[in-house]
C-alpha cells in the first residue's frame, strides 16, 4: 500500500485566484492521477501524471486552467487556476501499482471552495 | 465506451445481516482488472477488493466477497456480517490496459447505511 499526503486539506479561495494542490507519496511510483468529486458523487478524472511524460487531460479538461508538474516519482502538484464557484470540489490525488495488480491509493483530498 | 453502472445510489441493512451492491460494467475488452472501493464519512478512498478478469475464481477479503459474472459483465459485492464501521459510498471501478493507456473508470456509487 501506499501512504499520501495532500496539502491543503482544504482552501476558501476568491474567484479570480490560482491554488496550487501538492500530493506526496511515501514510495517511488509512476502512476499518478488527478480527480475531482462533487461531495456524495462520483470521481472525475482530470488528468494522469505519469513522471518522465506529460500529463495527459481527459475531455473538458485543459492545461491552462489545471497545469500538472510531477517533478519526481514522489511529487505532483496541480494547480486551480483563475478559479470560479464552479471550480469548488474536492481534488484528489491516487497513484497505482502495475506490479501489484494495478491497485490504486487515495490521498485524503482538498476541499476547495470559491466564493 | 467504458461505461460502470451502480444502480442502487442507496442501500441500508442491519447490523449482523448481509447485503449485496450492485455493479455492471460495458466493456469490448477481455483483459481487465475491477475493483470495490470504500469511502467513509471522512473522505479516503480505500480499497476493498479487487478481481481480476482472467481469474474465474471470485475475490474474497475477510467479510467482503465478490461474485464476478464475465460473460454477464457483472460485479457485485457481497458484505456479511455487516457493522457500524462499513456505512461508506461505495464506489465500483474498472481498469483496463488498452492500447497503453491505464484509464480507471468509476460507478457513481452506493450509499450504505449499516443500522444499529
Known amino acids: 500500500s501506499a501512504v499520501i499526503s495532500q496539502k491543503p486539506s482544504r482552501d476558501i479561495c476568491q474567484r479570480g485566484t490560482s491554488l496550487t494542490i501538492q500530493c506526496q507519496v511515501d514510495?517511488?511510483?509512476?502512476?499518478m492521477f488527478w480527480y475531482r468529486q462533487q461531495p456524495g458523487q462520483s470521481l472525475t478524472l482530470i488528468a494522469t501524471a505519469n513522471q518522465g511524460s506529460e500529463a495527459t487531460y481527459e475531455s473538458g479538461f485543459v492545461i491552462d486552467k489545471f497545469p500538472i508538474s510531477r517533478p519526481n516519482l514522489t511529487f505532483s502538484t496541480l494547480t486551480v487556476s483563475n478559479m470560479s464557484p464552479e471550480d469548488s470540489s474536492i481534488y484528489l490525488c491516487s497513484v497505482a501499482y502495475p506490479g501489484n495488480r494495478y491497485e490504486q491509493y487515495f490521498g485524503p483530498g482538498t476541499r476547495l471552495t470559491v466564493t | 465506451a467504458q461505461t460502470v453502472t451502480q444502480s442502487q445510489p442507496e442501500m441500508s441493512v442491519q447490523e449482523a445481516e448481509t447485503v449485496t451492491l450492485s455493479c455492471t460494467y460495458d466493456?469490448?475488452?477481455?483483459?481487465?482488472?475491477l475493483f470495490w472501493y470504500k469511502q467513509p464519512p471522512s473522505r479516503q478512498m480505500i480499497l476493498v477488493i479487487r478481481?481480476?478478469?482472467?481469474?474465474?475464481q471470485n475475490a474474497t477479503e475477510n467479510r467482503f466477497s465478490v461474485n464476478f459474472q464475465k460473460a454477464a459483465k457483472s460485479f457485485s459485492l457481497k458484505i456479511s456480517d455487516s457493522q457500524l464501521g462499513d456505512t461508506a459510498m461505495y464506489f465500483c471501478a474498472f481498469m483496463n490496459r488498452a492500447s497503453g493507456t491505464y484509464k480507471y473508470i468509476f460507478g457513481t456509487g452506493t450509499r450504505l447505511k449499516v443500522l444499529a
Open positions: 478481481q481480476e478478469a482472467y481469474k474465474q
Open positions: 514510495s517511488q511510483v509512476t502512476m
Open positions: 466493456t469490448s475488452e477481455n483483459n481487465y482488472y
